[in-house]
């Protein structure tokens, strides 16, 4: 465990995941807090893959699959970037995909933020936020946040749950206009989960940005505890030794 709050500043996902992997090896496999902040949100190709083939040979979600479960930029892409469309193709889509994993069976982070609450009346929250954004006046920034969590379905005494991990996200409009998305998590899994939980973050604030008429210009994450989770310390030692390799080959 870490000693002092630990904060990564980058520009590159796969370098900040790289840099993180290293620091949990550090500490024995946790850290706490953790704050990640990036910008520009390049990724290297070669560390993706490197962990997209690791997890998959493990029996693990991709990145994808991961990513998707908080906005599914694949379904925005084939519905034409139009996002009423993504809402009722989504919400039209659940059912199927709480049956894919049972993970899912109480539904997605992107359901909770486009219908949060009981049926007939659910909150679409991206929608509230948009609205706002698009206003001449600047929004109430009490206004700009949506929740994960519900305490009225996910506070249980079950030994693991699994989702959600993911609390809730808040939005900020800067004076130049530009967008930042905070995201809150108590705990994160950071082999199985984190890569792809930060790149649909930031898929998300894309997406929010450009439906606002604003530009994304930085993500945060702030995480109460960080773990290595299904990922022995031989095996994440290996996996930094490679990526080490990749990093030095593009020095």
């Given amino acids: 465990m870490s ?89 039209k889509n659940l059912i199927r995909i709480k049956k894919i994993s049972a993970s899912n069976r109480k539904g997605t982070y992107f359901s909770r933020l486009i219908a949060y609450g009981e049926i007939p009346n659910p909150v679409n929250q991206l929608e509230i936020i948009i609205s706002s954004l698009q206003g001449k006046r600047t929004a109430r920034r009490s206004k700009l946040q949506a929740s994960i969590f519900d305490p009225t379905t996910d506070h249980s005494n079950s030994a693991m749950q699994g989702f959600p991990c993911l609390q809730h996200v808040t939005f900020f409009k800067t004076k130049g206009g530009g967008l930042i998305l905070n995201s809150f998590y108590a705990i994160q899994f950071f082999y199985k989960r984190s890569y792809g939980n930060w790149l649909g973050l930031i898929n998300l604030g894309k ?45």
């Fill in 207 to 251: 997406f929010v940005a450009k439906e606002a008429g604003l530009e994304f210009e930085r993500f945060n994450c702030f995480i109460g505890v960080e773990h290595l989770d299904h990922l022995k310390q031989s095996d994440a030692k290996k996996m930094l030794a490679e990526m080490d390799k990749i990093t030095s080959v593009e020095l």
């Fill in 3 to 91: 000693k002092t709050p630990l904060i990564i500043d980058d520009t590159n996902l796969s370098s900040a995941w790289h840099r993180i992997l290293k620091l949990l090896i550090e500490n024995s496999g946790e850290v706490s807090p953790l704050v990640l902040t990036l910008t520009d949100f390049h990724e290297t190709k070669e560390i993706r893959n490197l962990l997209d083939k690791h997890l998959a040979s493990n029996k693990m979600p991709t990145i994808p699959t991961v990513s998707e479960t908080i906005f599914p930029e694949g379904l925005y892409e084939y519905v034409g970037y139009d996002r009423n469309k993504l809402y009722n193709r989504y919400n």
